[in-house]
């Protein structure tokens, strides 16, 4: 009997959740999230002040080891922050993998700065940094002390790599061409928290690094987002644009620039506070499910899970299959397999270089990202699936 | 003796409040709040999609009246968007009361539009209709049917009325602007829940009407926002470009437009339910208290409390004393004594056109503004205050 690779998928993935239909991924609220929302409906501060945003701030401080951490409305705002205080501004380009969430190329959008998109690598997922510096070195020359893109003449101001479903690109070699190229360089960090390179958390790397706690995210505030820097004092401008540009007076509004209401509210924070107690269980859920998968398709041939790359410690946020490039024409028998037998998946979206408003933005060529666009499906992947170890 | 202003100020909100300390504006929580909050948590639906958000949209547009509602994340988000749909582009200029909140000017920046201020009037605190047809016959031209500054030569495409503290503008007589000068207008209804002008809902007359839910308003979602419109379509197209312009499928990620994460997570939807059903008794409470500030300021000379203008209902959001004209240089003085004294005031904003980032805007002649920036001092007008009648 031929082998049917959707039908396998199914039942391997069912090995280890179970028959019960599942969600991609759910939010789990096993702590001290009604205490904490109480004590916030309690106190009347539900909203842009209270204690819980500082708390929040600091408890994601100390967890990453960032010198600074801004907690804001959600990771689009603190992508779109992060540029403005790169100096991404109209008519710069920004350097972004063609296969990321619409929100990385919508922030440099915010701008009115163009995305110019570059390739992915098969281990993380994320920006290709070998092929990005054979690219940059072909396409682009300094002038003043400015990398210039010579077929359109435009500055590229920055790169935004993206740890890919939690697995940590390769961001010291990102590091280096931003080193040499004159980049900044904004880790979107929205998928990675929790996620390591050589034990150092994503998004402190760069100039600044982003977080998302939406409500699909390792941890959750509903909606929300933070900003992480080493840098005290663009931390500090952070905390000022995202709160309207207010100065400080006991009673007057004099705002000093063009500011956002990007405000986590502190009924928001307090979720954050109890979710983030409960982080290293999650961790470690999520681990143990990786492991979980990987063993029961060990021996479903055609397709395999992707692992944290060397030297990395991935959150695996999304449990994330990979099939063979001879398999990549079943993926879409394997979305509906899973799907109608209640277990949700999804393809990885769609190329940014595809979408209409985007159609026309600068790119590289994109063999990896067009080919891991046909063959990555991610799987039911909350931390609370899989059999609980002794 | 002479009489003393300051301290006169303090024993008549005293009279009224009584001598604890207090702020200017707290929300109450008396209601469904926990229990909803608590049903949110349980159900997992914390975030962008669940039930409270499309409730909520609902209990909105049935209680303004307007055909659709559209939860945002906040005002300011709120008001972006109005002006991104009413087709505000870059190099345009939107006619703003110079006398607002920062959040009116700083989304027509977002759009790259130009703020261009124009002047208030006593009687609503808000945009003088008079003055403002006046100003614009004298200043602006018609040409291919769009209403040109013939100063700057660019096309004035709005105006965003604001119906300050809650009290109502002189809508009808915008409206007749509008209409004359091919203007759209959006009415920035933050402060103006459960305001109505002929008994109709303030926000519901101009193309689209923005409100705020921030933690200060008369009902909080801790930070929230809403667009109002009349016009099916519009509402549809809020919605699609206010939760990133994905395009409805199983599991594909497809957007076909540059949109924005403006989505008001499912909890903090479910507070706002739960406030909107206190929303009529808030309102009782807060009208009370200005009947009761009214009669404690009668025998107070130089100073009174700002009524809705004749034909209005305001929601009496935030109290508000005008000192006349002759004790306006004592403004700074009230302040100092109802702070010292435990009791939270503050003056109005700084206009628009002294911030550093708008000093350069187009600008009509702004006597009253100026006047009333002198004058204007909020006190104490939680719904909660005043002695409840039997």
């Known amino acids: 009997m031929p082998s049917n690779l959707p039908q396998d998928i199914v039942l391997a993935i069912k090995s280890v959740v179970g028959d019960a239909p ?64 790169a100096g991404v501004k109209s008519g710069d380009e920004v350097l972004l993998p063609a296969l990321t969430f619409i929100a990385t190329a919508n922030a440099v959008a915010y701008c009115q700065a163009t995305p110019h998109f570059v390739d992915s690598e098969d281990r993380s997922l994320g920006m290709d940094a070998v092929a990005l510096r054979d690219y940059l070195s072909g396409t682009t020359e300094m002038r003043s002390g400015q990398c210039i893109n010579r077929g359109t003449g435009c500055v590229i101001r920055a790169m935004v790599p993206m740890h890919t479903f939690g697995h940590p690109v390769d961001i010291d070699a990102l590091l280096a061409i931003a080193y040499d190229f004159h980049l900044h360089l904004i880790e979107d960090a929205a998928e990675s928290l929790g996620s390591t390179v050589a034990g150092r958390h994503t998004g402190t790397f760069g100039l ?26 663009l931390g500090k401008r952070a905390k000022h644009i995202t709160t309207t540009a207010k100065l400080p007076h006991r009673w007057h509004f004099v705002h000093d620039e063009v500011g956002y209401n990007y405000r986590l509210p502190n009924l928001n924070a307090a979720l954050g506070c109890a979710q983030l107690e409960q982080l ?28 944290e790359p060397a030297g990395c410690r991935s959150n695996y946020w999304l449990q994330t299959l990979l099939l063979d490039e001879s398999h990549a024409d079943q993926r879409d028998a394997v979305l509906a397999a899973t799907n109608d037998a209640g277990l949700m998946t999804r393809p990885i979206w769609a190329l940014m270089n595809r979408l209409p408003m985007y159609a026309n933005a600068p790119k590289a060529p994109l063999p ?17 699936l899989g059999s609980v170890a002794p």
């Open 22 to 85: 599942l969600a991609l991924h759910e939010p789990r609220f096993n702590g001290n999230e009604w205490t904490y929302l109480k004590e916030c409906l309690d106190s009347t501060f539900v909203s842009s002040v209270g204690k819980f945003v500082d708390r929040f701030e600091d408890d994601l401080a100390n967890f990453t080891g960032a010198r600074r951490a801004v907690a804001v409305v959600n990771g689009t705002a603190a992508l779109h922050v992060s540029l403005l205080l």
């Open 208 to 233: 600044m690094g982003t977080l998302s706690f939406n409500g699909n995210k390792t941890i959750t505030t509903g909606g929300g987002g933070a900003i992480l820097t080493n840098d005290i004092e």
């Open 368 to 384: 990896v990202a067009e080919s891991l666009e046909q063959r990555v499906i991610n799987i039911p992947s909350s931390s609370g």
């Open 280 to 307: 290293p269980d999650f961790l470690r859920n999520k681990r143990r499910l990786f492991e979980q998968y990987q063993a029961a398709f060990a021996e479903v041939h055609g397709v395999h899970l992707v692992a």
